[in-house]
């Protein structure tokens, strides 16, 4: 299963790190094989990789979780959309600024 998702508090974001972290405490956004690849086809994956160096792909699990770099990625997923879904993105654009308010993160798990 392929997931995005954002710890509510710091303490819940270091329990995921532990993989303890009850669902209570976490929004979670599992994508369906269909949305993951228009994600990955829309190039928003690569344009946050590039900005920010980090590594979302098929096999590898990343985070984001400095406000910098948050609002990067906010500005990337707000600039961008799978042309075939474009409503896609609505939950990941509130994932995102839900970790900017929260002062946690954005965990991507694929």
């Known amino acids: ?9 710091g303490e819940a974001m270091s329990l995921l790190d532990l993989n303890a972290c009850p669902d209570d405490q ?4 599992p994508l369906t094989p269909i949305e993951h690849q228009q994600l990955l086809k829309s190039g928003i994956f690569d344009a946050i990789n590039d900005s920010l160096r980090k590594i979302i792909d098929d096999y590898e699990d990343e985070h984001v979780d400095k406000t910098e ?8 997923l707000e600039n961008n959309s799978p042309p075939e879904n474009p409503e896609l993105l609505e939950k990941p654009i509130h994932l ?11 965990f991507f798990y694929f």
């Open 1 to 9: 299963m392929k997931l995005i998702c954002a710890p509510l508090t």
């Open 26 to 29: 976490m929004v979670r956004l």
């Open 96 to 106: 995102t600024k839900l970790a900017i308010d929260r002062k946690t993160g954005v």
């Open 69 to 76: 770099e948050l609002i990067e990625t906010l500005r990337i």
